[in-house]
């Protein structure tokens, strides 16, 4: 198990840029895929992007390919998600979730045990 915490959240304007942390506490976090979610209000959490344990496999969601950006630095214990171009649908409380269950890249929040207090992102037009 892994304690994460996000930061890096704020309020932006349309076509700004953002980055945001995980810092997870625990031993072994090579071991474990890590991955970014969104909720929206009134919106059910959705997968934004995942990494594996050692940063050679990515997948995004269609919504932010292209435009998102996640990696890894295993010695740091962090993950970070370099948002650009950022749009007013991106607006939402952003998770970061861990798995070391199995090494696959999975979209669904169901798959990861290990989750952080989120963090908001509020894109204005």
């Known amino acids: 198990q892994v304690q994460l915490v996000e930061s890096g959240g704020g309020l932006v304007q349309a076509g700004d840029s953002l980055s945001l942390s995980c810092i997870a506490s625990g031993r072994s976090f090579s071991s474990y895929v890590t991955g970014w979610f969104r909720q929206a209000p009134g919106k059910k959490r959705e997968f934004v992007a995942a990494?594996?344990?050692?940063?050679?496999?990515?997948r995004y969601a269609d919504s932010v390919k292209g435009r998102f950006t996640i990696s890894r630095d295993n010695a740091k214990n962090a993950v970070y998600l370099q948002m650009n171009s950022l749009k007013p649908e991106d607006t939402a409380v952003y998770y970061c979730?861990?798995?070391?269950?199995?090494?696959?890249?999975?979209?669904?929040?169901?798959?990861?045990?290990?989750w952080g207090q989120g963090t908001q992102v509020t894109v204005s037009s």
């Open positions: 990494i594996s344990g050692r940063g050679g496999i990515i």
């Open positions: 979730a861990a798995k070391n269950t199995d090494m696959e890249l999975t979209t669904r929040d169901d798959d990861y045990n290990d």
